[in-house]
């Protein structure tokens, strides 16, 4: 009896990877503390953003989840592209993992100057354009972020359905991608009718906590079954007859 052939996996991260990748959605989750720390701001209608607006009094709480998270991605992505193997669309995904940790490191260095939905003096200034360079460019990254958010996992998912890779990618990889892009053009239906944005940015955020939970996972199972088909060669070895 010989032992599973690992020739066609994908190899396996160090053990602190999945767990980065666990802290990392944990940190972006940050914004659940608004009901404790910001209750005056609209989470109905509001950005997500403002809660890091440089005039809010906890602002570097959620500037550092932003920051954190970031690192972190940026961390995991550089490792699963030394130690796994490169093929074309896995190389793909952990770049645009890397992008996406790159503008939430962004989001926390170019926050919103002051919180339109909570001040009229704000949302005066941001219609005629008289904030700062950071606050217009907020904009960007965090549309950047979403971006490469959804464009890695999709591209974790590809690769998992072509490769025969990482199962909770394949199965569930996809769909966050999917519901994730649905989220974001909603966005664009609640800028124009002026309501629930908070509320969706607040679910596009979620689903990629969730996307982060989900390569954590399928990083975390392909180091389990590495080491059970290890172990399961070794004890065969071990049985073989002299």
Do not use: K
Not at 28 to 56: C, K, M, W
Not at 100 to 112: Q, R
Not at 159 to 188: D, H, I, M, N
């Amino acid at each position: 009896m010989s032992a599973p052939d690992l020739r066609d996996r994908p190899g396996t991260v160090p053990a602190f990877a999945p767990i980065l990748a666990v802290i990392a959605a944990i940190t972006y989750a940050t914004f659940l503390l608004e009901h404790f720390l910001s209750p005056d701001l609209d989470r109905v209608n509001g950005y997500v953003s403002e809660l890091s607006a440089a005039d809010q009094p906890f602002h570097l709480v959620y500037s550092s989840g932003d920051f954190i998270t970031g690192v972190l991605a940026i961390t995991v992505a550089g490792t699963a592209l030394v130690t796994l193997r490169r093929r074309r669309w896995a190389v793909a995904g952990w770049i645009f993992l890397a992008l996406f940790g790159l503008c939430a490191i962004g989001d926390a260095v170019f926050p919103l100057d002051c919180a339109p939905s909570l001040e009229t003096r704000c949302a005066l200034l941001e219609r005629t354009d008289r904030l700062s360079f950071s606050h217009s460019f907020h904009a960007v990254t965090s549309s950047l972020v979403i971006t490469f958010g959804v464009a890695a996992l999709l591209s974790l998912s590809i690769a998992a359905r072509r490769y025969g890779w990482w199962p909770a990618l394949a199965r569930w990889g996809w769909l966050l991608a999917l519901v994730e892009t649905v989220a974001a053009l909603s966005t664009l239906v609640a800028m124009l009718l002026g309501r629930w944005l908070g509320i969706i940015q607040r679910v596009q955020i979620s689903i990629l906590c969730l996307g982060l939970l989900v390569i954590a996972w399928a990083l975390y199972e392909d180091r389990r079954r590495a080491r059970g088909s290890t172990g399961g060669a070794a004890s065969v070895r071990e049985r073989a007859p002299l």
